[in-house]
């Protein structure tokens, strides 16, 4: 939008933190504490001397060119024409919860009682009424408030701890500390807790409880395509029933996510800009000519050709589902990634062992250098689950390289489940960036060294 429009501003400088704001939301809403769709975050909460205190009041920002309005599956997210507020059609809306994965400020908070998706709507009745938002109507200090303005006076790169730069074009103007309030506060270590605590309090958006089924599906997805594509090339075939069985209650397991399973046909329509869309349309496609290539042997190159095209094509498109994430440890790529574990598959049902060592190598070398790097920054790296990841991976090739095919049906299945291990900590460790993670990243910047606070931090 180039016009100018309703847009939030932001003063820093004079946020008390009095959640004046928060409760006006509520209030005018009729949302619950745990559903509130303003939410005031503190940057240094625990007053670290040599750092300063900073309040941000953050909500929906109505962004221009908003991530949760292009990558919403199910086409939920409109706009209002007067006002340019970002709005949920709740009748759409299929609960998967990708807009809070794909939004900067942390907007987008998922309804359990309703199984949807609901935030922050502008206040757009109170708009078309000439009043301003409740929040901007209730800060006592003036810190919040609303205008009409030009885009062009939008925040484009603000310094508030907190606030992502993401591109989005985000519908506020943010007024930066003064100098005189980047002065810090020198008090005394409070009795709290450490900082490294304070991450255990923050709600992450996936892990691999509510997850599991997405862990099941993009594993077996990885293992399709890649004895698919290795039965293409020559080597072993699958069999029909894993493909029809195996396959189509893969698709039905993605659903089981959702919080509104009934609607799950409607994550297909936004395939033009929705890399969710993409992934499932991608996952029938290719369910659909593997099984054509599967149930007649004298099928032409032609489909087996397809199949390995649409199966590497719906790998890599999964792995895009979850770059809005982050591993802390990471440098390159995580050995979970289901186009490399696909290969991996590939290379073992192909019988090709050259290709299977070389690509289990650098599986492990991810592998370890993950561990290892998770280990220095003192975040969790899963003893348990590591050493038997390790001991199946390497159980099942050294049985390859001694015994070959001869035991190749027990060393398949080792290797699958080592490879699932992966791919369930995998999302045991991505982090959807949010203004909270964004703020305590910046303290462990600042506090490289042993800090007041009795604890040593170190930077991703």
Known sequence: MTVARPSFLFDVNRCTGCQACELACEIANGTTAGLGWRRVRTFNPLHVAGVELAHLSLACNHCDAAPCKEQCPSGAYGRDAGTGAVLIDADACVGCRYCAWVCPYDAPTFDESRGVMTKCT??????????????????????????????????????VPGFADAGARPAVVITDLHDRRRVPECTHPPAMPPWRTLWSR??????????????????????????????????????????????????????????????????????????LSREIVLAGAFMMTAAIWVWRASASSLTGTVVGVLGFVLLWTVDAVYRPGRIRGVRLQHSAAVLETGLFFGALFALHWPLLWLIAAGKIGLYLDRKRRRTSLGLSTRPAATMLRCGLLGGGLGVLAVQGAGVFSYAAAVLMAAELIDRAEFYDEIEIPTPDTLMLLEMERRCSSPSAAGDTFASS
């Open 122 to 159: 502008f206040c757009v009745d109170r708009q078309h009424l000439g009043r301003g938002p409740a929040c901007t109507e209730s800060c006592p200090t003036g810190a919040l408030s609303w205008a009409v303005i030009e885009p062009a006076a939008w925040t484009p790169h603000p310094s």
């Open 202 to 275: 923050l709600t992450p958006h996936i892990g691999v409880v509510h997850e599991w089924p997405l862990v099941l599906f993009t594993w077996l997805l990885a293992l399709l395509v890649g004895w698919t594509v290795a039965g293409v090339c020559g080597g072993m075939r699958p069999p029909w029933w894993l493909i029809t069985g195996a396959g189509g209650g893969g698709l039905l397991l993605s659903a089981a996510h959702l919080g509104r399973r009934e609607r799950a046909w409607r994550a297909i329509i936004h395939i033009g800009s929705s890399r």
